[in-house]
């Protein structure tokens, strides 16, 4: 098919097909490493009209419904092509509109021949929001690829690339292998890679034409040798109608899986941590609730209720860090739990007092969480103290509203109302007032009514 379609151009000789042959192994490499849409164009008779006579399609996130290979790329819409066919120099994050009318950003380089022309372009297609990781990719692992004349057209990608590439004939000996595979290679103990058999080069025991008639089967795996833990892929490109390659690319993750598991260490160390700090505050809580039976002073009582329920609302936080080992917690769900805990231990059950959390669902760090959370018990415990006096029945409404810089926290209830109080008239005010400025850097603002009920509304920063 591809020799058949660069017959079509008519523009390259026999010699330029076969290094447009080559390339169509590189462009397969290349598309499966950053998993995008990889083109081979050739020039055709027409100034304005280029050939698609390679698409290295991906399986997941092709931007095109099929493979293109056959069709026309037109000047007017692929502009960066054919500047790169006309000057010869690699053109970046240019704009185009696909076969398929769709916007998307190419990154274009030249393949020349042994006259120094070009004979045919490498496009690298993806949209803006692939951008961002194809600059990291494309850099990280292909800097330099196909720029400048370079004797090897395997060298112009592979020497670049961080991965170990080694590829085999249709016979199944390696014809070709990078630095990076070299060394790795070499690591392992064997000395020399070219000449090799596919069997003796693999990690496993398989055959090589069991990797040629069904690659889905081999075509990623996760090998453990010696000190080493690679990710191993068998990559098949199609030479012609009879002939088939295997590249076989080799990734040496043995530092990202020491990483992964020392995270998970430090992920039960965590939890682990938080669970005992979760137990101390609930044995600290249970002394205090001894020491309340023992008390006569009903007003101390009331001091070490209010106590008790700062000291559990803090632990609410490293009870849901306890199973997480993450040190973000869902806002809404802190806040649901704190509502549950203080309607199943302090609500007088002969009032029907409802809890109503709405709002956004985000995330907050385990420090500001805390606080957040006392804020919220110290509103919460002042509401359904004061605010029903003269009701059996009432609601407190939560919501959540999270902003660019501030998020929002606004706590109404629907009872008798109060006189607004000076910061030094309350514990409680006094509290919420000085973590609100000083932990959570926001505002506080309280509005009530006689007979109206209370607002009471603070702000955080992100």
Excluded: W
């Amino acid at each position: 098919m591809l020799k058949l379609l660069c017959k079509i151009c008519a523009t390259l000789s026999p010699a330029d097909i076969e290094i447009v042959e080559q390339m169509s192994n590189v462009a397969t490499i290349l598309g499966n490493i950053l998993d995008m849409d990889v083109f081979l164009d050739c020039p055709t008779k027409k100034e304005d009209e280029a050939m698609v006579v390679f698409h290295a399609r991906p399986e997941k996130n092709s931007l095109y419904t099929k493979n293109i290979a056959g069709e026309i790329a037109y000047r007017i819409d692929e502009p960066a092509v054919f500047r790169t066919f006309e000057t010869g120099l690699p053109s970046r994050n240019y704009k185009a509109v696909t076969q398929e009318k769709a916007n998307v950003l190419q990154n274009i380089l030249p393949i020349f021949n042994s006259l120094d022309e070009v004979i045919c372009t490498v496009i690298i297609e993806y949209n803006e929001q692939q951008r961002e990781f194809f600059e990291k990719e494309y850099n990280k692992k292909s800097t330099g690829i196909l720029i400048g004349q370079i004797d090897s057209l395997k060298d112009r990608v592979t020497e670049y690339i961080n991965d170990g590439i080694i590829i085999f004939n249709r016979n199944g000996h390696a014809t070709y292998a990078n630095k990076v595979a070299k060394i790795l290679y070499e690591k392992l103990g064997v000395p020399s890679i070219v000449g090799e058999s596919f069997e003796n080069l693999y990690f496993e025991r398989v055959k090589y034409n069991d990797i040629v008639e069904d690659p889905e089967k081999y075509k990623q795996k996760e090998v453990r040798i010696l000190d080493f833990i690679l990710n191993v892929q068998c990559l098949v490109s199609k030479i012609n109608e009879n002939i088939k390659r295997v590249t076989l690319i080799i990734k040496d993750i043995t530092e990202e899986k020491k990483y992964e598991e020392e995270l998970k260490l430090k992920t039960v160390f965590i939890k682990e941590i938080h669970h005992r700090v979760k137990n101390n505050l609930q044995t600290v809580a249970s002394l205090l609730r001894i020491q309340k039976r023992r008390v006569k002073n009903l007003e101390m009582k009331k001091i070490l209720d209010e106590t008790i329920n700062r000291i559990l609302s803090i632990a609410i936080t490293h009870e849901i860090l306890s199973t997480t080992g993450i040190d973000t917690i869902s806002i809404k769900h802190i806040l649901e739990i704190l509502c549950q805990n203080y309607f199943k231990n302090n609500i007088d059950k002969s009032k029907k007092i409802e809890f109503n959390i709405v709002g956004d669902e985000f995330s907050i760090s385990s420090d500001r969480a805390t606080s957040v959370a006392l804020v919220v018990n110290e509103i919460v415990q002042n509401a359904t103290e004061h605010a029903f006096t003269t009701k059996d029945s009432g609601n407190v409404d939560i919501k959540i509203l999270k902003g660019e810089t501030f998020s929002k926290i606004i706590i109404s209830d629907n009872g008798v109302g109060m006189e607004v109080k000076k910061e030094s008239d309350s514990m409680g005010l006094l509290i919420i007032s000085s973590l609100v400025k000083d932990k959570l850097k926001g505002n506080l603002e309280i509005r009530s009514k006689k007979g109206k009920g209370t607002t009471i509304e603070f702000d955080f920063k992100n």
